[in-house]
C-alpha cells in the first residue's frame, strides 16, 4: 500500500481554538497540518499567515505544517513561513515571477517545496523543474474557500501527474485539496494521489461524544484507502 498521508485543512477549524483544533486531528491520526494562505489578491479570501504558523509550532505541534500559499506575489512570504515552521511550502505557478528561482529558494532552506495546480493550470509547468518539486499539489476546487464540491477532472490529471512522477523516478508526493471526503477518497487514491487534504469533510464530522473528537472520521478515511 502505498506511504498515504491525512492532512486535515485548518481552514475548516474552529479558530478560537486552533492549537486544540490541531492537537485534536493530530491525536486522532492525522500526518500533517494543511495551512492555507490567501491573500484577497491572487484568490478572493484573506486568511493567515506566518505568525499562526509560528504560534502553532510554539504552542508545541511538531508534525509538518504543509503551508498552501495562494498568495501573489509570493517570494517575500516564502520566506517568512520558512522562518515560522513550515515544513512544505507548496505555492501556484501563476503567482511567482520566476517558478525556478521560487522554487530553488524554498529547498535552499531545507524546507520541501511544491507546485500547485489550479483546475485550468497545465501540468507542463512541470517540464522543467521536475527535479525541484518534493510536492505536486492538484486542485480540485478553485482555490479561495472550504467546502466546495470536488471536480471530477481533478482524477484524470492526478492520473497524469501520477504517470510523470513514475517516470521520473523521483520522491514526489501527489495531492489532492478540494472537495475530498469518506465517499470519494478511494477513487481518488485510485488515481494516484498519496497526501490528502480535507478540510470541511473532517471539522464538520466534530463529535463530542468520542473520546477525541475526529477519531471517527479520520478512521473511515483510512478505512476507505485500506480498500482502495
Ligand atoms: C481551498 C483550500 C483547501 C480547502 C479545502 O482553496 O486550498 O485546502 O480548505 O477544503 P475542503 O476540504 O472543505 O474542500
Ligand atoms: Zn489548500
Known sequence: MPDFKIAPSILSANFACLGQEVDDVLAAGADMVHFDV?????????????M?????????????????????????LIGDFID??????????????????????IRSQGVKAGLVFNPATPLSYLDYVMDKVD???IMSVNPGFGGQ?????????LREARRRIDASGLPIRL????????????????AGADTFVSGSAIFKARNPEEANRYDGVIQRLRGELAGA
Open 175 to 190: 495531492e489532492i485539496d478540494g472537495g475530498v471526503g469518506v465517499e470519494n477518497i478511494a477513487e481518488i487514491a485510485r
Open 135 to 137: 510536492m505536486i499539489l
Open 52 to 76: 499562526v504558523c509560528e504560534a502553532l509550532r510554539k504552542h508545541g505541534v511538531t508534525a509538518p505544517i504543509d503551508c498552501h500559499l495562494m498568495v501573489k506575489p509570493v517570494d517575500r
Open 38 to 50: 490567501m491573500d484577497n489578491h491572487y484568490v478572493p479570501n484573506l486568511t493567515i499567515g506566518p
Open 84 to 105: 515560522a515552521g513550515a515544513g512544505y511550502v507548496t505555492f501556484h505557478p501563476e503567482a511567482s515571477e520566476h517558478v525556478d528561482r521560487s522554487l530553488q529558494l
Open 149 to 157: 464540491s470536488f471536480i471530477p477532472a481533478a482524477l484524470d490529471k
